[in-house]
C-alpha cells in the first residue's frame, strides 16, 4: 500500500469516524434536544406549581388583612391585604400563560381568578363600610359570605396542584428515560458523556435554585404565621384585660352632621362589664350608638361631657345618678379621648358606696340634731405636741351651737382656735394641763368656769380617741340655788336666836329652804342624766359611725371583681351597724314620748305565729355565730294586744339575749296563753347578773356591773316595763351569774275569733 492509499484510506478511516461521530453526534444532539423538552416540561410544571403555592398565598394574605383591619381598624393592618390586591391579577396572568397548553387547567385557573375577584369584592366592600363608619361584619356574617368562597378557592387551587403534580411524575418519568439514553452513548462518544455531564450540571445547578427558592418561600410563610400568631395573642391578651376590668368600658367613633358638628358617638368596642351592666350581648352594642342604646342621655350633661371630650381632647371625670333605659343607679364616669376624636368611656356602679355615705351622713346630722336639742354643749379636741411629744395645747375640731353661744362677742366661732389662744373663762393654761392628764390617764375631770357675764358652765372632760370631748351646761341657776341653801343655813342659825314672833317668818324660810334642796335635788338629777346621756351617746354611736365608715372607705378600695365577697362582707357590717344606731335612737325617741305621754296602747287583732317569725327573722343580723333563737308558741293565732308595743318588747329582750350571750349558744322565746293572759318568756345562756344588780335592772341608764364593757345603753329593760305597764302587764326576771337571765312578761289580753 502506497502513500496515497494509506492516505486514502486513512481519509475514508477518518471521513468514517467524522460520519459516525456526525451520526453519533446528531444522535446525542437529538437525544439532547429531546431531554432539553422534557426538562423544560418539568421546569414548566414545577414553575406552575410554584405559581399556585404563591396564589394561594395572596389569597390568604389578602383575607388574613380584611380581617384584621375589621377588628383593629389599624392602617397597617391592611398592608397585607393591599399588597396580595396588587399582586393577584399579574399572578392570575402569570399562571393563565403557564397553563394555556393545558384547556381543563385553564377553565379551572379561570374559574380561581373569578372567586377570588369575589371574595375581592367583599373584602373591599367591608373595608369601604368600616372607613366610612358604618358599622363592623359581625363574625358570623363574615363567615356566611366570606368564607364559602375561599373554601371554594382553596378547593380549586387544590385541584390545579394535584393535576400538575401528575403532570409532573410523567414528565419526570420521560425526563429519565431521555437520560438513560444519553448515559449508553456516552459510554460509546465521551464527547456525550461531557455534554451531558454539562447538562447535568446545568440541571443541579437549576434544581439547587429551585430548593432555594422553595426554602425562602417556607421561611417567609413561617415568619407570617409567627406574626398571625403575635398577632392573635395580642388581641387575646388585650380582650382578657378589658373583660376582666370590674369598669364598663365602650370606646366610640364620633358622629357627624351635615354642619361637621360632633352629635353622637358611635360604639366600636364594648367589654363584658358593660355588656353586665346594659344587660345587652357585646356583639348587640358593637355598631349601635349612644343616644340609639340610651335615648335618656339626650340633652344630658353627661352626653355633652362625652361629646365634649371628642371635640376638645379633654378628660372628664364625674359622678352621676342615672335613670332610665332600665338602669337606676349612680355612677362614676371617666371620657377619655382617644386618636381621630375617639372617646374611651369608662364607668363604674357606686351605688352602694354612696348608699353608705348617705347613710353615714344621715346618722351623723341625727347625733348632731340630738346633741344640739338637749342644750348641752359639746366639743372635741386634738391634742399638738412638741418635738418630745409633750402636750402643748389643744385645737378645737368641732363644737355644736350651744358651745358657740358661750364665746364672747369678738369670736365667732372656733375655727381655728386652740385652748390656749381662746383662753375660755381665762383658765386656758389650766385647761390645757387638765385636758393632758385626761388623755394620759384616761380618768375624766370635772369643773366649773365662770365667765365674763357671770353665768357659770359644768364640764365633763373625757378621752376620746387620741384626743378629748367636753360636754358642758350652763349649771347658773343651780349654783345659784346652792347658793341660797347655803344663805339660808346661816339665816337659820340667826333665826334660832330671835323671837318667837319671828318664828313664822322661819317657818316659811324652811320651807322654802326644802322647796330649794328639792328643786336642787331634781336639777342635779337632771344634769347628771344629761351628762350620762352624752357621755353614753358619744360612746355608742361612735362605734357603729366608726364601722359604717371603715367599710365604705374600703368598698371604695375594693374595685376588682375578685373582691366582691370582701364588698359584701363590709356591706353586711354597714348594714348590721345602722341596724344598731337605728335601735339605739328607738330607745331615745321611745324614752322621750314616755316621758311626754304620746304613746298610748292600740287594741288590734294579732296573728301570733306571724308576728313571732317577724320578730325572729329581723333579729336574724344581730346573731353571733352559730347562735340560735329556738320558738315555742303554744297560744291561739290571734289574740287582742298591741302589736306594735308586744313586737318592741320582744325585740328588745330577744336583742339582751343575743348581746350578753356566746357564739352557739340558744336563745329560746316562748309564747303561752291561758286565764285571759299571753305569758311571754325569754331566757339565754349568757352571763347573768348578780342579786343586787337584778334589783336595779328595770332603772333608766342602769347597767349590771359586769356588762360594763358590753355595748348598751341602760334604757332598753327601763322602756319595756314602761310598755308593759302601759298594756297593763307586769314583768320579772330571774338571773344567774354566769348561767343566763329568764325574763317574763305577763299581758292581759282577750281571745279573738275571725267571725
Request: charged share 20%; proline share 3%; with cysteine.
Amino acid at each position: 500500500m502506497n502513500l496515497k492509499q494509506a492516505t486514502n484510506l486513512l481519509l475514508l478511516a477518518f471521513l468514517l469516524l467524522l460520519t459516525s461521530f456526525s451520526l453519533i453526534s446528531y444522535t446525542l444532539w437529538k437525544s439532547h434536544e429531546r431531554q432539553e423538552l422534557a426538562n423544560d416540561w418539568v421546569l414548566h410544571t414545577r414553575e406552575v406549581i410554584t405559581g399556585l403555592e404563591v396564589l394561594r398565598t395572596l389569597a390568604v394574605d389578602a383575607e388574613t388583612g380584611t380581617r384584621g383591619y375589621l377588628l383593629s381598624r389599624q392602617p397597617k393592618s391592611l398592608e397585607p391585604y393591599e399588597r396580595a390586591r396588587k399582586q393577584l391579577p399579574g399572578q392570575l396572568r402569570y399562571l393563565q400563560r403557564l397553563v394555556q397548553d393545558n384547556l381543563a387547567q385553564q377553565r379551572r385557573l379561570a374559574s380561581v381568578g373569578v372567586l377570588i375577584e369575589q371574595r375581592l369584592a367583599i373584602s373591599q366592600q367591608e373595608i369601604d363600610q368600616r372607613k366610612k363608619g358604618q358599622g363592623v361584619l359581625a363574625s358570623q356574617e363574615e363567615v356566611e359570605q366570606g368564607k364559602p368562597v375561599m373554601d371554594k378557592v382553596r378547593a380549586q387551587l387544590t385541584q390545579l396542584v394535584r393535576v400538575e403534580q401528575q403532570l409532573l411524575q410523567t414528565r419526570l418519568v420521560r425526563l429519565n428515560e431521555s437520560i438513560q439514553r444519553g448515559e449508553n452513548w456516552l459510554l460509546t462518544l465521551l464527547a456525550v458523556g461531557l455534554l451531558m455531564l454539562v447538562t447535568t450540571l446545568v440541571l443541579g445547578l437549576i434544581l439547587r435554585q429551585s430548593r432555594l427558592r422553595e426554602v425562602q418561600v417556607r421561611k417567609v410563610t413561617q415568619q407570617l404565621t409567627e406574626v398571625l400568631n403575635q398577632q392573635r395573642h395580642q388581641q387575646a391578651y388585650l380582650e382578657g384585660i378589658l373583660n376582666g376590668s370590674l369598669n364598663g368600658l365602650l370606646s366610640c367613633a364620633p358622629i357627624v352632621d351635615q354642619d361637621s358638628q360632633i352629635v353622637d358617638l358611635r360604639i366600636q368596642l364594648a367589654n363584658q362589664a358593660a355588656s353586665k351592666i346594659n344587660g345587652r350581648p357585646v356583639d348587640k352594642l358593637v355598631g349601635t350608638t349612644l343616644l340609639t342604646e340610651f335615648p335618656s342621655l339626650a340633652g344630658t350633661n353627661t352626653m355633652t361631657s362625652y361629646l365634649q371630650t371628642a371635640r376638645t381632647g379633654e378628660v372628664q371625670r364625674f359622678e352621676t345618678y342615672f335613670i332610665g333605659d332600665g338602669l337606676n343607679a349612680w355612677y362614676e364616669i371617666v371620657s377619655s379621648p382617644l386618636p381621630e376624636q375617639n372617646v374611651l368611656i369608662s364607668f363604674l356602679d357606686i351605688t352602694d358606696r354612696k348608699q353608705a355615705e348617705a347613710e353615714s351622713l344621715q346618722q351623723t346630722n341625727m347625733l348632731v340634731r340630738i346633741s344640739e336639742s338637749v342644750h348641752i354643749g359639746v366639743a372635741t379636741h386634738e391634742p399638738i405636741r412638741d418635738e418630745t411629744g409633750r402636750i402643748i395645747d389643744f385645737q378645737y375640731t368641732y363644737s355644736n351651737d350651744e358651745v358657740r353661744s358661750w364665746l364672747p362677742a369678738d369670736v365667732p366661732d372656733l375655727q381655728n382656735q386652740t385652748v390656749r389662744s381662746l383662753n375660755f373663762a381665762g383658765v386656758g393654761d389650766q385647761r390645757i394641763g387638765w385636758m393632758a392628764n385626761v388623755v394620759e390617764t384616761g380618768e375624766p375631770f370635772r369643773m366649773d368656769s365662770t365667765l365674763d357675764d357671770g353665768r357659770v358652765i359644768f364640764s365633763v372632760i373625757s378621752r376620746l380617741d387620741n384626743g378629748t370631748v367636753s360636754t358642758s351646761m350652763d349649771v347658773t341657776q343651780q349654783r345659784q340655788a346652792e347658793e341660797n341653801v347655803r344663805y339660808n343655813a346661816e339665816l337659820e342659825k340667826k333665826v334660832v336666836d330671835r323671837t318667837q314672833a319671828l318664828m313664822i317668818t322661819l317657818g316659811k324660810l324652811e320651807e322654802s329652804k326644802n322647796e330649794l334642796i328639792q328643786a336642787l335635788a331634781v336639777e342635779r338629777e337632771l344634769s347628771e342624766l344629761k351628762v350620762r346621756f352624752v357621755a353614753m351617746a358619744s360612746h355608742e354611736f361612735r362605734t357603729p359611725l366608726t364601722a359604717v365608715l371603715t367599710s365604705a372607705e374600703l368598698i371604695e378600695k375594693y374595685s376588682h371583681s375578685e373582691q366582691q365577697e370582701k364588698r359584701q362582707k363590709h356591706t353586711h357590717r354597714i348594714r348590721v351597724a345602722v341596724k344598731h344606731l337605728n335601735a339605739i335612737l328607738e330607745e331615745f325617741l321611745s324614752l322621750g314620748k314616755l316621758e311626754e305621754g304620746q304613746i298610748s296602747v292600740n287594741l288590734v287583732h294579732v296573728d301570733m305565729s306571724k308576728l313571732l317569725g317577724e320578730t325572729v327573722t329581723y333579729m336574724q343580723d344581730a346573731l353571733k355565730p352559730q347562735q340560735t333563737i329556738q320558738t315555742d308558741l303554744s297560744c291561739p293565732d290571734l289574740l287582742w294586744l298591741d302589736a306594735s308595743l308586744l313586737q318592741k318588747i320582744m325585740i328588745n329582750l330577744l336583742s339582751n339575749a343575743v348581746k350578753y350571750s356566746g357564739p352557739g349558744s340558744v336563745v329560746s322565746l316562748r309564747a303561752e296563753y291561758g286565764d285571759n293572759e299571753l305569758t311571754i318568756t325569754v331566757q339565754d345562756q349568757g352571763i347573768g347578773m348578780t342579786v343586787a344588780d337584778q334589783q336595779r335592772m328595770f332603772e333608766r341608764f342602769f347597767r349590771a356591773s359586769n356588762a360594763t364593757n358590753i355595748e348598751g345603753t341602760g334604757l332598753g329593760l327601763h322602756i319595756v316595763r314602761r310598755y308593759v305597764d302601759l298594756m297593763g302587764g307586769k314583768i320579772s326576771l330571774s338571773s344567774e351569774l354566769n348561767l343566763g337571765t329568764s325574763v317574763i312578761v305577763n299581758l292581759p289580753s282577750q281571745r279573738q275569733l275571725l267571725p
